[in-house]
């Protein structure tokens, strides 16, 4: 097996099933990709973008008769049950990753489009540009002092680092330690030493200091906390969970805590190639797809877990040392589709309200990231069955297809929604999910075995622009009971995910989302067993319940 190859999925169906659709596409040669330790990284490029997303199609959304009444309050009777709720999120996780602008990504976006119009939602896709990178192969190959080859097992590619040819790029390693700028000073102090022994002698002098080199450097994660939520929490349901989540580890390296190792410092100090070492287990490390919005930075960089770190500097220990990095990808100019979808309202006469924003976005690596869109298809199937004079406000579904790329790479929302203001023009108010149903796993911040921890993840119910709407989540969550859930406040002008930029436009906003620590994994299954059917469905019925309850609102926008 090759680190760019994925493994038989742990149920011998869904095996067969993935199979037998891939192989009447064309395309089983791409499902390719998961990032596995411990081989060479051959495969197709972007993991498993050769699914093309077409593994169904939207013929098989549950379509229920139309209701009598008006809708809500919402039960988990109201909803599509949580075996359907279920079946559209492993119908997603089927095609692979979704990473963005590859086949399968772009083959989602169809597959919600088609589920929303067989709702009679009207549905429009808008291109925006995007300078798509998709990895292609991966692997690193370190020659000792005595010159034996070993083959490193990777844990991880950097996405949009950089990029080699298929023979890759090779030089002396240099272990950096920490990498920052002292060390890389002692590095070059070192190197240029030596160059004038080297030239004493007679010898041809360095080009440079660390000129052609590899470098090793640290990637730390900052051992933390659950009370890092819980601190910036306006209120957290149950009480109780406070001292739950004080003792719970949230090291996460979605966080970015601390920053990811400076790929410009190494490039300006010439290195030709990056090395980082996390101190994560290798079943945690293995295919995390971070940093998930990281500029292009023309140094590619491969990660290893701390057992392949471990043997890493080992070898190094044994004397000077030489690698082979290779990290290929297809990077080119591009447009992906954000995708709207719109429910009219009409309301009694005299009665009808502004618009609410109904968001997520359409990009991601597993059964997590991003099921916030079968979700939006269970909401949008729900209200669509009743009489449009029965909703006093319309909803409009918006589905973002650049989430997990950098700005510079594309328009993000609020940059996209400030330019379209006949979109945004009667909103009063915006409702955002994202990573829905979660379950805990951890390795203890790296010090030990990664396993379930027997708990869900905890749950953020973020709100911004609007005393209202706090009010609102916060008494939606009591009443729901939705556990180990904090009603959090806007931080570092954000609201932790995609609803921060509804939040940056001024509009009232809840978002509600998780982070744990597979959020950006690629994996077999795509993390498919992380996530607990019954649990998925009871957050999706609280987004419901919420979504009638903002509806509801007296006209103009909640203050």
């Not at 996405?159 to 590095?187: F, I, K, N, R």
């Not at 287990?281 to 491969?302: D, I, K």
């Not at 650049?402 to 330019?419: C, E, F, I, Q, S």
């Not at 999706?540 to 007296?554: D, G, I, K």
């Amino acid at each position: 097996m090759t680190a760019g190859e994925e493994p038989p999925t742990t149920s011998r169906r869904r095996f067969l099933d993935t199979t037998l659709r891939l192989t009447a596409s064309g395309a089983f040669t791409a499902v390719a990709g998961t990032l596995a330790a411990g081989c060479d990284g051959s495969g197709a490029a972007d993991g498993a973008a050769g699914a093309g997303g077409r593994a169904v199609t939207g013929a098989d959304a549950v379509r229920r008769p139309f209701a009598t009444g008006a809708p809500g309050p919402v039960t988990a009777q109201d909803l599509v049950d949580a075996d359907t709720l279920w079946s559209w999120v492993d119908r997603m996780t089927a095609v692979g990753p979704r990473h963005t602008g590859s086949a399968a990504h772009r083959g989602h976006i169809d597959d919600l489009e088609r589920q929303l119009r067989g709702y009679g939602l009207t549905v429009t896709r808008h291109p925006t540009r995007l300078a798509q990178w998709l990895a292609g192969r991966w692997s690193l190959q370190v020659t000792d002092a005595g010159g034996t080859a070993w083959t490193l097992p990777v844990a991880s590619y950097r996405p949009c680092s950089g990029e080699t040819g298929p023979a890759g790029v090779t030089g002396p390693v240099v272990d950096l330690g920490p990498g920052d700028e002292a060390a890389y000073q002692a590095a070059a102090g070192d190197s240029a030493d030596a160059g004038a022994s080297a030239g004493a002698g007679g010898g041809g002098g360095a080009a440079g200091p660390l000129t052609g080199a590899v470098v090793v450097v640290d990637a730390p994660i900052a051992r933390l906390r659950a009370s890092v939520l819980t601190d910036l929490a306006y209120a957290v349901h149950p009480p109780t969970a406070r001292a739950e989540f004080a003792q719970e580890d949230y090291s996460r390296v979605w966080l970015g805590v601390p920053p990811a190792p400076d790929l410009a410092t190494a490039r300006a100090h010439g290195a030709v190639a990056m090395i980082e070492i996390s101190g994560q287990s290798p079943a945690l490390a293995a295919g995390q797809y971070t940093p998930h919005q990281q500029e292009h930075a023309g140094l590619p960089a491969l990660r290893l877990d701390r057992e392949s770190g471990a043997r890493l500097r080992a070898l190094l220990a044994r004397g000077p040392a030489r690698a082979t990095l290779v990290l290929t990808a297809d990077r080119r100019e591009t447009t992906v589709d954000y995708l709207l979808a719109r429910l009219p309202g009409a309301g009694p006469p005299g009665t009808r309200a502004g618009t609410v924003l109904v968001a997520t976005h359409t990009d991601g690596q597993n059964a997590v990231e991003e099921n916030g869109g079968p979700a939006l298809c269970a909401l949008a199937e729900y209200f669509s069955r009743f009489p449009a004079a029965t909703r006093s406000r319309d909803l409009l579904f918006m589905f973002s297809p650049n989430h997990m790329t950098a700005d510079g790479a594309t328009v993000k929302p609020d940059a996209w929604l400030r330019a379209h203001p006949e979109i945004t023009a009667g909103v009063e108010m915006a409702l955002v999910a994202e990573h829905l149903g979660t379950l805990g796993w951890d390795d203890q911040g790296g010090t030990g075995p990664y396993r379930a921890t027997g708990r869900t993840e905890p749950v953020a119910v973020a709100v911004g622009n609007s005393d209202t709407l706090r009010t609102l989540a916060q008494d939606e969550v009591r009443t729901s009971g939705l556990a180990r859930a904090g009603i959090q406040k806007p931080f570092q002008n954000g609201l932790y995910g995609e609803g921060t930029f509804a939040y940056r436009l001024g509009i009232p906003t809840i978002a509600m989302i998780t982070g744990p620590a597979y959020l950006l994994q690629v994996a077999p299954g795509g993390n498919l067993d992380k996530l607990d059917r019954a649990l998925l469905h009871q957050h999706t019925v609280f987004l419901a319940s919420l979504l009638h309850r903002m509806m509801e609102l007296p006209g103009g926008i909640p203050r």
